[in-house]
């Protein structure tokens, strides 16, 4: 028995569980039988591919599986429609592959251009809905961009104010230190000149005019 793989999905084994689940599915087999093959191909579990499919690689395949199993209606229908079909008939069909025939290839044909023209309608829809998205970021990151001019602009004007602000605190500071050192000055010569005259003498004249100090 072989040893069960428990590395990464690659690419390539995504790849063969896509394609060998859509045959199945095409060929009205069940999704059990897909994986226990895809597991025998690639080394890991049935359930381990069943997980993956359901979890991961068939929501990138749906428009596949739903030509798959379209293309499996067709082919049971085909099966029932040649029921009455002469052996002769019948034999002249199965020219390609064993089991394959070319109005298996016609009609198969026919529903991958249905498919295909379902698909392109799908991405068209998609792609517009991705394009309306990408409308609407470019419209809301072009907003964005303006807020930002707008908060830079709003930015650089409050620090011009912040800066004629300070430097209004700096002068009105300055001249109030000044006035500050002046008061002083005006207090400290009022106390001089107060003193001065106090210890000045004062004189008075007497009766017979003569001067007297008085104390």
């Not at 028995?1 to 095409?26: G, K, N, P």
Request: hydrophobic letters at 35%.
């Amino acid at each position: 028995m072989s040893a069960v793989r428990q590395d990464a999905w690659s690419e390539e084994d995504d790849l063969i569980l896509a394609e060998v689940t859509l045959r199945h599915i095409r060929e009205g087999s069940t999704q059990l039988a897909a994986f226990e093959e895809v597991g025998e191909r690639i080394g890991r579990t049935a359930a381990a591919c069943g997980f993956r499919w359901n979890s991961f690689v068939r929501k990138k395949y749906e428009a596949a599986i739903q030509m798959s199993k379209a293309q499996r209606q067709k082919r049971s229908q085909l099966k029932k429609n040649s029921a009455g079909v002469p052996t002769a008939s019948v034999a002249m069909l199965d020219l390609a592959e064993p089991g394959y025939s070319r109005l298996d290839a016609f009609t198969e044909e026919s529903v991958s251009i249905d498919g295909v023209i379902r698909y392109l309608r799908q991405w068209k829809t998609t792609f517009s809905e991705m394009a309306r998205q990408i409308r609407t970021l470019e419209k809301e990151l072009a907003e964005t961009k303006q807020e930002l001019e707008d908060l830079k602009r709003e930015n650089e004007k409050l620090s011009s104010e912040v800066s004629e602000v300070s430097t209004d605190y700096r002068v009105v500071n300055d001249d109030y230190k000044a006035l500050i050192q002046i008061m002083d000055r005006a207090r400290k010569l009022a106390l001089l000149v107060e003193e001065d005259e106090e210890s000045k003498s004062r004189f008075k004249m007497d009766a017979n005019g003569n001067l007297e100090r008085i104390e």
